[in-house]
């Protein structure tokens, strides 16, 4: 089951949007997914769409908080290119998401936290502004990072074991 928005009036600046979707990321703690939140913003700057990490909840490898978003916003819009539209996201953007981001054409990506494992906007791999594909969103990084950051470190100290004494 997707989530739905509650009201879409869009919100002022890249932290404003950063605070709503650190929002929906802590929707995904009730499930024991991973607290990833996204909200797609239009053209007119108003909440098109918005996700959190489902993976868990709906036994869906491909449940990122982003593709939901990305989805959402495109039945909104009613068109899969999604040109005018910028993307929030609280961490960044994996291998799949930053794919998705790249096939929906989306004009403008801005996420939180740093991905030094998996990340593919930047960390790791720099997909969105690789030469190769055929667009390339502008990208910002790091707006709320430590926010975003803290929420992540306090899900996985809650997941891992202690090591034995």
Same mark, same amino acid.
């Given at each position: 089951?997707?989530?739905?928005?509650?009201?879409?009036?869009?919100?002022?600046?890249? &932290?404003? /949007?950063?605070? !709503? @979707? *650190?929002?929906? $990321?802590?929707? +995904? %703690? #009730?499930?024991?997914?991973?607290?990833?939140?996204?909200?797609?913003?239009?053209?007119?700057?108003?909440?098109?769409?918005?996700?959190?990490?489902?993976?868990?909840?709906?036994?869906?490898?491909? &449940?990122? /908080?982003?593709? !939901? @978003? *990305?989805?959402? $916003?495109?039945? +909104? %819009? #009613?068109?899969?290119?999604?040109?005018?539209?910028?993307?929030?996201?609280?961490?960044?953007?994996?291998?799949?998401?930053?794919?998705?981001?790249?096939?929906?054409?989306?004009?403008?990506?801005?996420?939180? /936290?740093?991905?030094?494992?998996?990340?593919?906007?930047?960390?790791?791999?720099?997909?969105?502004?690789?030469?190769?594909?055929?667009?390339?969103?502008?990208?910002?990084?790091?707006?709320?990072?430590?926010?975003?950051?803290?929420?992540?470190?306090?899900?996985?100290?809650?997941?891992?074991?202690?090591?034995?004494?």
């Amino acid at each position: 089951m997707s989530p739905h928005l509650d009201a879409r009036s869009g919100p002022g600046t890249d &932290a404003d /949007a950063m605070r !709503l @979707a *650190l929002e929906h $990321a802590r929707r +995904a %703690l #009730g499930t024991g997914d991973v607290p990833v939140g996204a909200v797609v913003l239009g053209p007119d700057g108003a909440v098109v769409g918005h996700g959190w990490n489902a993976r868990e909840a709906e036994g869906d490898p491909t &449940a990122h /908080a982003e593709v !939901l @978003a *990305l989805r959402e $916003a495109a039945a +909104a %819009l #009613g068109r899969w290119r999604l040109d005018d539209c910028t993307l929030v996201v609280t961490l960044e953007p994996c291998l799949m998401c930053a794919g998705a981001i790249v096939l929906a054409r989306t004009a403008r990506v801005v996420f939180g /936290a740093w991905d030094d494992k998996a990340g593919a906007s930047g960390s790791q791999w720099d997909v969105l502004r690789d030469r190769r594909v055929n667009h390339r969103p502008e990208v910002v990084g790091g707006v709320l990072e430590e926010e975003c950051a803290a929420v992540l470190r306090e899900f996985f100290a809650g997941h891992r074991t202690p090591e034995p004494g």
